[in-house]
C-alpha cells in the first residue's frame, strides 16, 4: 500500500489550494481515505475523510464548508479542495488509508505530508 500527497503550498488567507492523494498496492474501493495534518506545537487531527462504506464524509467542524473531500476511484486519488484558507489551517498534511470505514481503528498507511502555509 502506497499514499502519494501532493498539492500543499503557501498561499494568502482566502487562497485555494487543492491537495491529492494517489492511493496504489491496494483496492481502493474498500478503503477509507483520511486527511490528517498536524501544525507545529500540535497533534495530528482528522481533517477530512471519503469512504465508499459511509453514508457521508467526515469533516471536521473548523474546516466545515471550507473543504470538500472527493474521491476519482479510477484514478485511486482523493482530493481535498480547501477553500477560504486561514492562517490556522497551516500544517503539514497527509493523506492515510484504512480498510473499511473513516471511523475507528488505526491507520494503516500514511503518505509523506504535503505542508499548506497560509499567509495572513
Known amino acids: 500500500v502506497q499514499l502519494q500527497a501532493s498539492g500543499g503550498g503557501l498561499v494568502p488567507a482566502g487562497g485555494s489550494l487543492r491537495l491529492s492523494c494517489v492511493a496504489s498496492?491496494?483496492?481502493?474501493?474498500?478503503?477509507?481515505i483520511g486527511w490528517f495534518r498536524q501544525a507545529p506545537g500540535k497533534e495530528r487531527e482528522k481533517v477530512s475523510c471519503?469512504?465508499?462504506?459511509?453514508?457521508?464524509?467526515f469533516y471536521v467542524d473548523s474546516v466545515k464548508g471550507r473543504f470538500t473531500i472527493s474521491a476519482d476511484f479510477a484514478g485511486n486519488t482523493v482530493y481535498l479542495q480547501m477553500n477560504s484558507l486561514k492562517p490556522e489551517d497551516t500544517a503539514v498534511y497527509y493523506c492515510?488509508?484504512?480498510?473499511?470505514?473513516?471511523?475507528?481503528?488505526?491507520?494503516?498507511?500514511w503518505g509523506q505530508g504535503t505542508l499548506v502555509t497560509v499567509s495572513s
Open positions: 492515510a488509508a484504512r480498510e473499511g470505514t473513516c471511523h475507528g481503528g488505526d491507520w494503516d498507511s
Open positions: 498496492g491496494f483496492t481502493f474501493d474498500y478503503y477509507a
Open positions: 471519503i469512504a465508499n462504506s459511509d453514508g457521508r464524509p
